[in-house]
């Protein structure tokens, strides 16, 4: 409940703010790219998450509009909007958790590398408000070309002093999603009962599902094992052919942002075993980043679990994502130290 001193200091605001301001339990999430095709859905989805007490839409255009829509739900989390560079270190301060979907998307016969020169700039600038405003919040980095701003992050905050490898964390959910429903397709299965360990990164095929490690267990046909791994690997140009230039996934990723945030919150609570495959700095390889299973707790991914038992198709795949991982990471480390 809010003291006295709260309450006095609330009283030329609104009772939300002041619920807010006194405490109310829950967590402090800001969307950057709030307003775009995935930060709309995203913001729907978080004001709907119990465990959200405030939420901070930020955009460089129609931020307002997105506040003004999402705040009318009548669910907990107090929405406020922030809307350009000058206002980013308000929409950051006192966050728990950031999530990052800011960015220009790909448009049919682009690879995801092909932002690389527009997303890397915009990545570094929303970093340094990070480091500057709320260096202990947990990130959700989105923005592609994954395999490069989650490094082109970590050098900024490293270059700023507040690195933390825990709390940064590349998106990869939307490949273990479509996984879940691809091998649940094949199976004949409810895909709520699948599970699909994919690791390496987010690109191509650096797009690494373990079909040998699927959950319930279960042998593929080498025809199955090649069809699935394509189809996983190439599920985002899959939707970008299907949308024609009007941009790539934005619907079947906030729900995948959505399910990652609130694991990272269940983590940040305390819950126990909460584990998701994530591209975050790593020894599991010789890679300084790699996706694989890691298990979040209060500070973040406090533990990165190895691979497990490859089999040879896996093992191939595994050496042909090494191969181009590495380029991307050094790619992005090399933006910033340059
Ligand atoms: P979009 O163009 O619909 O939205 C992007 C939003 O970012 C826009 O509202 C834009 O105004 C905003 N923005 C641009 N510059 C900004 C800045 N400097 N600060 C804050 N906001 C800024 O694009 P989208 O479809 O939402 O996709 C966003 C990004 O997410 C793309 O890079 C896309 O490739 C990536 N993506 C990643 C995954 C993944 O699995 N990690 C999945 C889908 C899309
Ligand atoms: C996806 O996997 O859907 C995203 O990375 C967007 C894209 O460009 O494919």
Redesign the pocket.
Known sequence: HPSNLQMEECSNLSRANCRAKGGAPGFKVAI????????QPLALLMKMNPLVSVLHL?????APGVTADVSHMDTGAVVRGFLG?PQ?ESALTGMDLVVI??????KPGMT?DD?FNI?AG?VR??CEGIAKCCPNAIVN??????NSTVPIAAEVFKKAGTYDPKRLL??????VVRANTFVAEVLGLDPREVDVPVVGG?AGVTILPLLSQVKPPCPFTAEETEYLTNRIQNG?TEVVEAKAGA????LS?AY??AKFADTCLRGLRGDAGIVECSFVASQVTELPFFASKVRLGRTGAEEIYQLGPLNEYERVGLEKAKKELAGSIQKGVSFIRK
């Open positions: 950057l790219g709030a307003a775009g095709g995935i930060g930020y955009d460089v255009v129609n560079q980013l979907p800011a960015g220009v998307p790909r995801r932002l997303n915009i600038t929303l980095l989105i923005s592609n070309p994954v590349g998106v990869t959910t939307l490949d987010h985002g941009g790539s996934a934005t990723m995948a942002a």
